[in-house]
């Protein structure tokens, strides 16, 4: 299994479980990982042949950032739905970071992995 990735992408979003952080949009950091096979679009140098990185890119932003949701647990398994669903992904990686959230922490967030590895 072959890996195309994103990194550090940033979202500014409505997200928490306080009060204040109802009012206010916080940033979100994902790092993706999307199992895939890039053989055939290494041979045919086409894009329509791998997975666009740009294309799940924003396709993630667009939805997270319209998002209101209170826990990251529920973002990632939303963005993972999206991501399976919209795109011909079979597994994925997603790591979503809350950075700020905890003045002793540099960032913390969630990690998980859907789908089937190949
Ligand atoms: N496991 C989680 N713990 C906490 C979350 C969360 O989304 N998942 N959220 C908060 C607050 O919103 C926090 O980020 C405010 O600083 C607390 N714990």
Redesign the pocket.
């Known amino acids: 299994m072959d890996i195309v990735f994103i990194r550090q992408l940033e979202v500014m979003t409505v ?4 009060d204040w ?1 109802r009012e206010i949009k916080q940033k979100l950091v994902f790092d993706l990982e999307l199992g895939t096979d890039i053989k055939r679009a290494s041979e045919t140098d086409e894009l329509a042949d791998t997975l666009d990185y740009k294309a799940i890119s924003h396709a993630v932003h667009d939805f997270v950032e319209k998002s209101e949701y ?4 529920t973002v990632a398994e939303k963005v993972a739905e999206l991501i399976l669903t919209q795109f011909s992904i079979r597994w994925l990686s997603l790591t979503l970071n ?1 950075p700020g ?2 003045s002793v922490a540099n960032s ?1 967030g ?1 990690k998980i992995e859907r789908g089937e590895k190949f």
């Open positions: 997200i928490g479980v306080f952080e209170q826990l990251v647990e809350k959230a905890v913390v969630v």
